[in-house]
């Protein structure tokens, strides 16, 4: 080991973007590849799979990283990357670096051909067999260590005009601390003129903070036509152990882009690590928000990263402060030790599709009534609401959101009449798991039914041990002329312990061996006589038979094998579900995938039509293949 390389470690903060391709749902390989850059210090911001171009060069713009890395397996990837570094150039983005790797999907001759094309790197699987992960991330680290914030930009006006790119180099500057003062100076200038209220998002880890951020920016959207500009830094935390941090809050936003109508550029999201262990919210956030206002976005939203009892770090920053939490938080006495109850304007209890989310309401409203000393209000009267941000159109949220807007129109946020309904409660009515809570164990309940079933498995076979040795017992006593009363009557006990379906397992057991122990089996499925060959013959003119039976003595062991694993066909079907293999049904894969359902299924049906076999297509692409047209931008295209 002593001859291998020193793992390269950056000088400067490295941000990545992490992504697979569009049409592409194969992620196991660019989460790898997120986790190592994580452990070699770099900021990743992981968008998922099936990202277009355009996703990707938005948020490298708004995150202002240093490089790109997409996974792509789909196929495409010649016009995939060739598109994204045109993109990135096109839109004044073109220092940031584009690595990728698909396996041997992608070939040498296109590797060379991507890399000329502007690539900075494509991994083929030789360079991991040469390099290892370890270094062939590394070198991708190395190439991106540079320092982005003193790359200021020729000028500081376009912030002010919400170019997004700008804005983006000043919060990077502003991280960095070296924004320069004159720009310092005109951003707090601009900043001040402007009544721009902030919303503060915090809570407990896991609680849905980052969804529910989501869901109340598609009803602001929505209900004002998209009228607004919004500003959204999502805090998270950076490892204590060697810096990195994954940025994972704009993986859960499905609102702030081109959807639904939606104009991409009216929001801006902006990923931010704390860069000090133990840190709720970075240093320079002030400063962040204030460069978020000058550039005249009309909404700034904070979201932290996942607190806990003791803080509220997040208070001085915001206008409006709003906490966020679940059901479970245990005795409502630990109400009492969480801080951000004394300062939350408002409190949202998400996922309240849980059980016992009405009792955990009712206990936290009367926790805000004491802590306000609002000994003469109602607990229904507090500001506290059900929400199931993971529910479509949760009407719980809307309630929500209507209450935020009202008290964000006082701070100064400018709306129109909106569009959406009024809604009357503050809590989800429609809110429903795909599991209900009283099934919520199911797969615990199977798992309890299938050891038990193994468990008396293992009883049975004890019991027919038991009973075999007894027999034999009684019948050596009987050859010696000695008496075998007591012998016979535990013989008798013990032939009583075992099942029925395991003495009829063991009963039939001859004749099945017999039955496939002929040259051929006969069977009938539908009225339909089907005859099967129980041999093949080898190269060498030797029989081999199709089904292999086991060859115990004991009927102990037989018996494990007959409930354990017994013969294909047969239950518990280890082997299969069906008793031989047909000739002619080999495992065939084919790509019928484009357009709708129908679509794909008559192409199916073309290119099985000559097959002998009947198949049934089960193998669909994921759903976000048929949800896309043939279009003419070229990562659609390569497709």
């Known amino acids: 080991m002593s001859g291998v390389a020193p793992l390269h470690k950056p000088a400067a903060p490295v941000r990545f973007i992490t992504a697979a391709s569009l049409f592409d749902g194969h992620d196991a390989a660019i989460n790898i590849m997120r986790r190592i850059l994580q452990a070699q210090g770099a900021e990743v911001i992981h968008l998922g799979h099936n990202r277009s171009v355009s996703e990707v060069v938005t948020a490298a713009i708004q995150e202002d990283v240093n490089g790109v890395a997409i996974s792509a397996y789909q196929g495409g990837h010649v016009e995939y990357f060739s598109y994204l570094v045109d993109l990135l150039a096109e839109r004044g983005a073109g220092h940031i670096k584009v690595f990728g790797g698909g396996g041997g999907v992608i070939v040498p001759d296109e590797i060379e051909l991507l890399h000329a094309k502007g690539v900075a790197r494509i991994f083929s699987p030789a360079d991991g067999q040469r390099l290892g992960l370890a270094h062939m991330i590394n070198s991708m680290v190395s190439a991106c260590d540079y320092a982005l914030a003193d790359r200021a930009p020729a000028s500081w006006d376009g912030l002010f005009a919400g170019e997004h790119g700008v804005l983006a180099r000043a919060i990077t500057a502003i991280e960095a601390g070296v924004l320069p003062r004159p720009a310092r100076a005109a951003i707090a ?26 869901e109340l920016i598609r009803r602001l959207r929505v209900d004002q036509q998209d009228k607004p500009r919004i500003a959204v830094l999502a805090v998270d935390p950076s490892r204590r152990r060697g810096g990195g941090a994954l940025l994972g809050d704009r993986i859960r936003m499905n609102s702030i882009g081109e959807s639904g109508g939606f104009d991409g550029g009216r929001v801006f999201f902006r990923s931010v690590a704390t860069r000090r262990p133990g840190a709720e919210v970075p240093d320079g956030l002030a400063d962040m928000i204030e460069a978020c206002k000058a550039a005249g976005n009309d909404l700034v939203v904070v979201e932290t990263p996942g607190i806990g009892q003791g803080d509220a770090a997040i208070v001085p920053f915001v206008d409006l402060a709003l906490y966020v939490m679940t059901p479970e938080f245990g005795a409502a006495s630990q109400l009492e030790k969480i801080d951000m109850l004394d300062f939350a304007d408002v409190v949202a209890i998400n996922k309240f599709e849980r059980r016992g989310a009405e009792d955990a309401r009712r206990d936290v409203a009367r926790q805000l009534v004491r802590n306000r000393e609002a000994f003469g209000a109602s607990w229904q009267d507090m500001p506290v609401f059900g929400t199931s941000a993971a529910t479509f159109n949760d009407d719980g949220v809307t309630a929500l959101y209507q209450h935020l807007r009202a008290e964000l129109v006082e701070r100064g946020l400018p709306v129109s009449e909106g569009t959406l309904r009024a809604v009357a409660g503050k809590v989800s009515t429609s809110a429903a798991t795909i599991v209900p809570a009283s099934r919520s164990r199911y797969l615990s309940d199977i798992a309890d039914t299938v050891r038990s079933y193994h ?185």
């Open 189 to 214: 200038e601009a900043a001040a003129a402007r009544t721009v209220p902030v919303l503060g998002i915090t809570g407990t880890g896991g609680s849905g903070k980052s969804s529910l951020t989501d």
């Open 455 to 639: 468990r008396r498995t293992e009883e049975q076979v004890e019991a027919v041990r038991r009973h075999r040795q007894l027999v034999a017992a009684s019948k050596a006593l009987a050859a010696a002329d000695k008496p075998t009363g007591d012998v016979d009557s535990l013989a008798a006990a013990a032939e009583r312990q075992i099942d029925r379906d395991a003495a009829d397992l063991l009963t039939d057991w001859p004749a099945t061996v017999e039955r496939y122990s002929g040259d051929e089996m006969v069977f009938t499925v539908r009225d339909k006589e089907l005859r099967t060959q129980l041999t093949r013959e080898t190269l060498s003119g030797n029989k081999v038979r199709r089904v292999s039976l086991p060859r115990y003595d004991d009927e102990g062991s037989l018996l494990r094998f007959l409930r354990s694993e017994n013969l294909p066909g047969r239950f518990p079907f280890t082997a299969g579900v069906f008793p031989f293999k047909r000739d002619g049904e080999d495992p065939a894969r084919m790509f019928a995938g484009e357009g709708d359902a129908f679509r794909t299924n008559r192409r199916f049906k073309y290119l099985s039509a000559s097959a002998s076999a009947t198949r049934l297509s089960t193998a669909f692409d994921s759903v976000t293949l048929y949800g896309r047209d043939p279009d003419t931008p070229p990562d659609v295209y390569g497709k």
